[in-house]
């Protein structure tokens, strides 16, 4: 039955988001995680559209936040406003009261708005006006941003990287899916007629899934090897944290769920390595030449000497 759902709501993403699969697969393994997922990747891919499909495929509240520089945290949290017949204040919820929050561009609008989803991204929650406010599950924030070296971005510190479970880039699409874009416009046409297909009691069922996945000593041994060798490359600056070791567990017994397995399997673990890893990582090869596809390479040799269990 899970199965099922799980495979309806793929296949209804893909209805609109005709770049490559495995984008869909890493973004349902966010939602089954309850984490957070990062798109990155040059304007005009479909970022956008790969996280309004999924918005719009759960019956679900959604908003969407188009983040500037000029955006103030409270434009984010929301803010109280004086009611004159109560004679008191009366507090208006921000977008961030949502189960699906869509943050377009989160790296063009300053640190300081950028900090205002830390709270609510780490423990579903929001301090405001003296006073906590827990957010419904199910809670995500699906975050776009182009390469930070265009210009008019700011750079996301890793604090904040450190709360999104996977970052995906998309690349560009294949040639015959292109075509398909070009000729149906699914963005214009597809998502506007786009119906869900899952409700939020069900999604918050599949996640409760998760934790209950077998995960083997073995594949706990093999993720701390992982994070382990990440710690001590010499070409790395920063390694993984335990967040982030805790962070490719969840993602693996995500992938499980997603798989229709009840336990993790050393696969699980490798194929999701560098989405969850990559950008919890600092090579210094980045920080002195600005190589962009460094990290990449140190990780899958990470990958190559560290034995995987049988």
């Known amino acids: 039955m899970a199965n099922e759902r799980i495979d309806r709501l793929r296949e209804n993403i893909r209805t609109v988001f005709l770049g490559h699969s495995r984008a869909v697969d890493l973004l349902l393994i966010g939602l089954l995680a309850r984490g957070h997922v990062l798109i990155e990747d040059v304007p005009g891919v479909g970022k956008t559209v790969l996280a309004k ?3 719009r495929s759960i019956d679900c509240k959604f908003t969407r936040i188009q983040l500037t520089p000029d955006l103030l945290p409270s434009d984010v949290l929301g ?3 004086f009611n004159t017949q109560t004679q008191q204040f009366d507090f208006k919820p921000g977008p961030v009261f949502a189960n699906v929050v869509l943050a377009d561009e989160i790296n063009r609008t300053t640190p300081r708005t950028q900090s205002a989803l830390l709270e609510a991204m780490s423990e579903e929650q929001v301090s405001v006006e003296a006073q906590t406010l827990p957010l419904e599950r199910p809670f995500m924030v699906v975050a776009t941003q182009n390469p930070f070296e265009f210009e008019g971005t700011y750079y996301l510190p890793e604090n904040q990287l450190d709360r999104f479970i ?16 070009l000729t149906t416009r699914p963005g214009r046409t597809t998502l506007d007629t786009l ?4 409700t939020a009691p069900e999604v918050v069922e599949l996640q409760d899934q998760v934790p209950d996945i077998k995960t083997d000593g073995s594949i706990i041994e093999y993720i701390l090897d992982l994070v382990e060798a990440t ?30 397995r009840d336990f993790v399997t050393p696969d699980d673990v490798k ?10 990582v600092v090579s210094k090869t ?6 962009a596809n460094a990290t ?12 995987a269990p049988r």
């Open 53 to 55: 499909s999924l918005a």
């Open 166 to 181: 996977v970052k995906i880039s998309l690349g560009y699409p294949e040639r015959s899916s292109e075509h398909r874009i």
């Open 286 to 291: 980045y920080l002195h030449n600005g190589d």
């Open 296 to 307: 990449g390479r140190i990780l899958q040799n990470v990958l190559e000497k560290v034995a």
């Open 79 to 81: 803010v109280s406003i």
């Open 195 to 198: 119906h869900p297909v899952m």
């Open 231 to 260: 710690r001590h490359h010499d070409d790395l600056h920063l390694g993984v944290s335990p967040r982030g070791a805790l962070a490719l567990t969840q993602a693996s017994q995500a992938a499980a769920v997603l798989a229709g």
């Open 271 to 280: 194929q999701l390595f560098q989405a969850v890893c990559g950008h919890r």
